[in-house]
């Protein structure tokens, strides 16, 4: 089918920065809306940021002026840039993707496995 796969994850200081990548693979028609969510320990999985195949995006309020998610649709990858991180940032961030698949030309929604985001000193 297809498959979604982060990297980036790992630990950094306040105030540090990482990048999150993901990559859609498999029988991949076309991709609609890419995204990232995050879901800290005790807490619901909650929207970081989205982004369109046509690149307009939303955020959520906390990550607003210290997150930017891009894409590129020619590699079928979304990516989150995170700068100024906090320690309530900390939990997994999952990617997401509405993909149409080439063998039922149907929409679904696809996740990755998630990586580990720790922002601690």
């Known amino acids: 089918q297809v498959q979604l796969v982060e990297s980036g994850g790992g630990l950094v200081q306040p105030g540090g920065s990482l990048r999150l990548s993901c990559a859609a693979s498999?029988?991949?028609?076309?991709?609609?809306?890419m995204g990232w969510y995050r879901q800290a320990p005790g807490k619901e999985r909650e929207l970081v940021a989205t982004i369109t195949r046509g690149g307009s995006s939303t955020y959520a309020d906390s990550v607003k002026g210290r997150f930017n998610i891009s894409r590129d649709n020619a590699k079928n990858s979304v990516y989150l840039q995170m700068i100024s991180l906090k320690p309530e940032d900390t939990a997994v961030y999952y990617c997401s993707a509405n993909v149409r698949d080439n063998v039922l030309f149907r929409w679904k929604d696809y996740w990755g496995q998630g990586t580990q985001v720790t922002v601690s000193s």
């Open positions: 498999g029988r991949i028609f076309s991709i609609n809306a």
